[in-house]
T-cell receptor, first 114, second 112 residues
Framework: IAGITQAPTSQILAAGRRMTLRCTQDMRHNAMYWYRQDLGLGLRLIHY???????GKGEVPDGYSVSRANTDDFPLTLASAVPSQTSVYFCASSDSSVAGGPLDFGPGTRLTVT | QQQVKQSPQSLIVQKGGISIINCAYE??????FPWYQQFPGKGPALLIAIRPDVSEKKEGRFTISFNKSAKQFSLHIMDSQPGDSATYFCAASISGANNLFFGTGTRLTVIP
C-alpha cells in the first residue's frame, strides 16, 4: 500500500512558469488537502476537497488552484509561479470528510521558484 | 495571525530526559488537538491526539496534557531517545470545519 504519492519530489521553476504538483492516494479517503510548509510558519492550508467534484479555499489560496475529478487524485496548479511560492508542499488525506480526523501526509514536493 | 502558538522553537534534551513542548490557542471552538511528528525529508505523521473532554492522554512514552481553562496543551516525551529527534507540530481544529491549524514547530534533538 503506497498511501499518498506526490510528484515531483523536487523542482526548480522559473518565475512566471506554470506548474502542476501531483498527488494520488490509494486509501479511498474522501477528503484531501494541500498544505505548504515554511520555516517559522508551520503548515498552512492552501486548498481542500471534501469529496470528488468539490473544492474549497484554505488560509493561503492566492496563486493556486486545484481540481478533484476523482477520489484518488488532487493536483495543485500554480498558474504563474512567483518566488514567494518557494516552499515544501504536502498533500494530505483523511478518511473523514469532516476536519478533525487524522491526516495522512504525502512525502512532499520541494519547490524553488527563481 | 497564528491560531496556535508553539514553544520552544528548538529543544535539546539528554537521552533519558523529559522533553516538553507547549502550545496555546485562543479559539475556544477548537475541539481536536493532535500532535504530529516529522522526520527530515518526510511528511508529518500523527503521533497522538486529544479532545477537550479529557485532561490527559498517554500513549507509551508520549503524553498530552490539556488545560481547557488556560487554553493550553503540551506534549511530554518521557525517557527521550535519540530516535525521537524530529520536528514536532501541535495543531487544533474545529469539528465540521476544514482546516487543521498548525503551530510553528519545535525541533527536538536528543543527545546520547
Amino acid at each position: 500500500i503506497a498511501g499518498i504519492t506526490q510528484a515531483p519530489t523536487s523542482q526548480i521553476l522559473a518565475a512566471g512558469r506554470r506548474m502542476t504538483l501531483r498527488c494520488t492516494q490509494d486509501m479511498r479517503h474522501n477528503a484531501m488537502y494541500w498544505y505548504r510548509q515554511d520555516l517559522g510558519l508551520g503548515l498552512r492550508l492552501i486548498h481542500y476537497s471534501n469529496t470528488a467534484g468539490t473544492t474549497g479555499k484554505g488560509e493561503v489560496p492566492d496563486g493556486y488552484s486545484v481540481s478533484r475529478a476523482n477520489t484518488d487524485d488532487f493536483p495543485l496548479t500554480l498558474a504563474s509561479a512567483v518566488p514567494s511560492q518557494t516552499s515544501v508542499y504536502f498533500c494530505a488525506s483523511s478518511d473523514s470528510s469532516v476536519a478533525g480526523g487524522p491526516l495522512d501526509f504525502g512525502p512532499g514536493t520541494r519547490l524553488t521558484v527563481t | 495571525q497564528q491560531q496556535v502558538k508553539q514553544s520552544p522553537q528548538s529543544l535539546i534534551v539528554q537521552k533519558g530526559g523529559i522533553s516538553i513542548i507547549n502550545c496555546a490557542y485562543e479559539n475556544t471552538a477548537f475541539d481536536y488537538f493532535p500532535w504530529y511528528q516529522q522526520f527530515p525529508g518526510k511528511g508529518p505523521a500523527l503521533l497522538i491526539a486529544i479532545r477537550p473532554d479529557v485532561s490527559e492522554k498517554k500513549e507509551g512514552r508520549f503524553t498530552i496534557s490539556f488545560n481547557k481553562s488556560a487554553k493550553q496543551f503540551s506534549l511530554h516525551i518521557m525517557d527521550s531517545q535519540p530516535g525521537d529527534s524530529a520536528t514536532y507540530f501541535c495543531a487544533a481544529s474545529i469539528s465540521g470545519a476544514n482546516n487543521l491549524f498548525f503551530g510553528t514547530g519545535t525541533r527536538l534533538t536528543v543527545i546520547p
